[in-house]
C-alpha cells in the first residue's frame, strides 16, 4: 500500500507565501518521479512542478516559475515553496508519483499514486 497526503494549504492574501508538503508512507521504491499539479473549479488538472529524483532536476509550469520551488526534504517528503500568491494560483493541489524516468509533458495517467488534495485560495 502507498499512500501520498498533502499538507499546508489554506487561504492566503494577494502576494503571500504557502509550504505545500507531501508525506509518503507505504513502498516508495522506485519513486523517481514526484510532482505536484493542481485543479481550478471547472478547469482540467495541470502539472505545476515536478521533481526528478535521479537527478534532482526540477521543472516548473510556466505560469509558476520564478515564484515557486520544488524541494524533497528527506526520502519520504516532497515540498513545495508558493511564493508571490495570485489569484490565478487558487486550486486544489495534489501530490502524485510514479516509479519510472521523469520528464515534463508526461501524461497525468503515466502517475500512478495520488493524494487527496489540499485547498489553496488566494486573495482574502
Known amino acids: 500500500q502507498v499512500d501520498l497526503v498533502e499538507s499546508g494549504g489554506g487561504s492566503v492574501q494577494v502576494g503571500g507565501s504557502l509550504r505545500l508538503s507531501c508525506e509518503v508512507s507505504g513502498n516508495t521504491a522506485g519513486f523517481y518521479c514526484m510532482g505536484w499539479f493542481r485543479q481550478a473549479p471547472g478547469e482540467g488538472r495541470e502539472a505545476v512542478a515536478l521533481f526528478d529524483g535521479a537527478d534532482d532536476a526540477t521543472y516548473y509550469a510556466d505560469s509558476v516559475k520564478g515564484r515557486f520551488t520544488v524541494s524533497k526534504r528527506d526520502a519520504k517528503n516532497l515540498l513545495l515553496q508558493m511564493n508571490t500568491l495570485q489569484v490565478q494560483d487558487t486550486a486544489m493541489y495534489y501530490c502524485?508519483?510514479?516509479?519510472?524516468?521523469?520528464?515534463?509533458?508526461?501524461?497525468?495517467?503515466?502517475?500512478?499514486?495520488w493524494g487527496q488534495g489540499t485547498q489553496v485560495t488566494v486573495g482574502v
Open positions: 502524485a508519483a510514479r516509479r519510472g524516468f521523469c520528464s515534463w509533458g508526461l501524461p497525468l495517467t503515466e502517475f500512478t499514486y
